[in-house]
């Protein structure tokens, strides 16, 4: 049985981000994805409609895929999140990074962020199997310039298919 | 957005003390519809938030018959259940037609029970005249474009869908809600849980303040049931549902043996269709038996110039999904 705690209007936080431990203190309000970005200076994390609906703020907390505009900071003590910035391993990029590059899976690039971490976390979930798939699954990852062909096709080498 | 107070509740218990205590309390779950009518749209102004997010509420088990699951489950670890996906099949379907993977994945199955609805009248702080806000003030969805409004259970008070996918296979199933409050505990079936609007479309379910729901029961399908889930919106995904229908059917012999129907999109409150499933049932797997139901689930309809597309539109919902149920051609 847990302890109730009283936190207030000012919170302290103690989680993992990209696998360090980080320690801060905000106000209950905050989002994740702005103590992220500005307590953070984790900038890779995008705001874009701020109310769930576009995917750019994608990251995963504790392994699943969530939108931090709608999370609270104060929800994520003791907790693990990865962001865009946490994906690279000793200067290499992660192979569905290198595929957006490769593929092209981009136009001005405010999403891809979001869509990366969307795409790393499909492929974990297994729901690569075909493009249908992979656009169904994709689904809550908006890009306004209408990369969505090149996107699919990243994700899809990414998942080691050939195309269909 | 004003300041509030964060809590975590160390247990049921608690957290049913706190927020039956404070008026001004609300419980916070996966956030996802909560956080942004507070932070976002200002429709919502509560003084305390207490998260309930690590209670041991979350998980599904079986219990002869029934799926017991834990209201602090998410959509996409219920959808995920094996159980789900071979004895419940529609319930899956309508779980991953809801919302994004990112939402499901936050959302919790008590917090898509009780979700507040999509109207942009009512979700828009700016618009004066909304019931459902502020009683008395009218409604605006009566005159200005609605085309995501009810068109079941009604009234000119209120227009308002209940967006939920997955409560419309729970509403059919019979599904049932155990709800602990401060000093009791109560168990109410789902299609008795939603209030219609009335003239007051401020009450929305016969919750109390401070009532905290901990478990949905639901019934398996009965051996040899077919089932599925239709849901027709303005875009392949990721989108609410113009119009929806869950149905289950048991055929013996080319007679439907026992039928459970339920309808989304287009209800005040998830909506049941009784009447339907009383034509359906003995009668054949047939397109006429299929169109007399859907003509008697859309009995008497309130509509208005936005909406009245949706009759027709959710007749043929209903005459599709039980065409593919049943296995009829189309």
Redesign the interface.
């Known amino acids: 049985m847990g302890k109730t705690h009283v936190a207030g209007a000012g919170v302290d936080l103690a989680l993992r981000v990209n696998g360090c431990p980080r320690r801060l203190h905000v106000d209950s309000r905050v989002t994740l994805l702005d103590a992220l970005r500005e307590d953070l200076g984790l900038t890779g994390t995008k705001k874009g409609c701020d109310q769930g609906a576009c995917g750019a703020c994608t990251v995963l907390l504790d392994g699943k895929r969530v939108v931090s505009c709608l999370v609270l900071a104060a929800q994520c003590d003791g907790r693990d999140v990865t962001t865009i910035e946490g994906l690279a391993r000793d200067g290499q990029l992660h192979p569905v990074q290198e595929a957006f590059i490769r593929h092209d899976g981009f136009q001005c690039g405010y999403c891809t962020p979001g869509q990366i971490m969307s795409a790393v976390a499909l492929l974990q979930e297994g729901r690569a199997g075909s493009d249908e798939e992979i656009r169904e699954f994709m689904s809550g990852n908006l890009c306004r310039c209408g990369a969505y062909p090149n996107i699919v096709a990243a994700i899809r080498e990414a998942a080691g298919r050939q195309g269909e | 957005?004003d300041?509030?107070?964060?809590?975590?509740?160390?247990?049921v218990a608690?957290a049913v003390a706190?927020v039956s205590a404070d008026p001004q309390a609300q419980y916070?779950a996966g956030?996802?519809t909560q956080?942004?009518l507070m932070?976002?749209?200002g429709v919502i102004a509560p003084e305390r938030?207490v998260?309930i997010?690590?209670?041991p509420l979350s998980g599904v088990t079986r219990r002869d018959d029934t799926l017991c699951v834990g209201t602090l489950t998410t959509m996409?670890a219920l959808a995920a259940d094996p159980a789900v996906a071979e004895q419940i099949p529609f319930l899956r379907e309508a779980l991953l037609a809801g919302?994004?993977?990112?939402?499901r994945?936050?959302a919790t199955i008590g917090g898509n029970l009780l979700q507040r609805t999509r109207c942009r009248y009512f979700r828009d702080a700016d618009v004066t005249a909304c019931n459902k806000r502020a009683p008395g003030s009218g409604c605006a969805a009566m005159r200005g474009p609605a085309r995501m409004h009810a068109i079941l259970g009604a009234s000119e008070h209120c227009i308002a869908v209940h967006p939920s996918d997955l409560c419309v296979p729970l509403v059919a199933l019979d599904a049932v809600v155990d709800i602990e409050g401060a000093g009791r505990w109560r168990s109410v079936p789902l299609t008795e849980f939603y209030v219609l609007p009335g003239d007051r479309p401020d009450i929305e379910n016969v919750l109390e303040h401070g009532e905290l729901l901990t478990q949905v029961r639901i019934p398996l399908l009965p051996a040899g049931a077919r089932s599925g889930y239709l849901k027709v919106r303005d875009r392949?995904?990721?989108e609410f549902a113009l119009t929806s229908a869950a149905a289950a059917l048991l055929i013996e012999g080319g007679t439907i043996a026992w039928a459970r129907l339920a309808l989304g999109g287009v209800g005040t409150v998830p909506w049941r269709a009784r009447e339907a499933e009383e034509i359906l049932c003995g009668a054949p797997a047939a397109d006429r038996t299929f169109r007399a139901a859907a003509q008697a689930a859309l009995r008497d309809p309130f509509t208005v110039s936005g909406t009245a597309f949706k009759v027709e539109l959710a007749r043929r919902t209903v005459i599709r999904i039980l065409r593919t149920v049943s296995g009829a051609r189309s």
Do not use: C, H, W
Request: aromatic share 8%; no cysteine; glycine share 6%.
């Open positions: 957005m300041p509030f107070e964060y809590v975590r509740a160390g247990d608690a706190l916070l956030g996802t956080i942004d932070l976002k749209d938030l998260d997010t690590r209670l996409e919302a994004s993977p990112q939402l994945n936050m392949a995904s990721y």
